[in-house]
């Protein structure tokens, strides 16, 4: 027997309100918007609102995940200066699975687009995990 086919899905995002993301994972007041859950594909896709000075805590993609930094600049695992990336906009990365970032800080204010193949694993320095956040909980977390 063949399954329904997920119908399609449209956003008009700057019809959607922004809310805070949760601080049990970020510094800094960083909002977000959820766009889409794809249980078939265990994905999710949100956009990012990110003040100047505030970060994400340090987190394990367990799947891969791609980003389009719109505006601003990010610094991924400290950053260029101490051997990780910095991204300045208009700029595209691929985070491959199981990359760890400690911290993903953005210097200045900035916005991304990311949609994440599989969940977010947080972690204490240790590696030991706080939480694994994958399309369930972001959808649940959205809808809180």
């Not at 949760?22 to 794809?38: C, Y």
């Not at 204490?124 to 809808?143: F, H, L, T």
């Amino acid at each position: 027997m063949l399954k329904p086919k997920i119908k399609e899905e449209y956003v008009q995002m700057d019809q959607v309100d922004w809310k805070p993301f949760p601080a049990a994972f970020s510094t800094g007041g960083i909002r977000w918007k959820l766009l889409h859950v794809s249980p078939e594909m265990g994905s999710w896709t949100a956009i990012f609102d990110c003040p100047a000075g505030s970060s994400f805590a340090a987190h394990v993609h367990v799947g891969p995940g791609e980003y389009f930094l719109t505006k601003g600049k990010m610094d991924v695992r400290g950053g260029k200066a101490a051997g990780g990336d910095t991204a300045i906009a208009p700029g595209y990365g691929y985070e491959s699975a199981n990359a760890r970032h400690d911290k993903t800080e953005f210097p200045v204010a900035s916005e991304f687009y990311m949609s994440f193949l599989g969940p977010l694993t947080f972690v204490k320095p240790d590696g030991s995990p706080i939480a694994v956040i994958g399309w369930e909980d972001a959808q649940g977390a959205w809808a809180a």
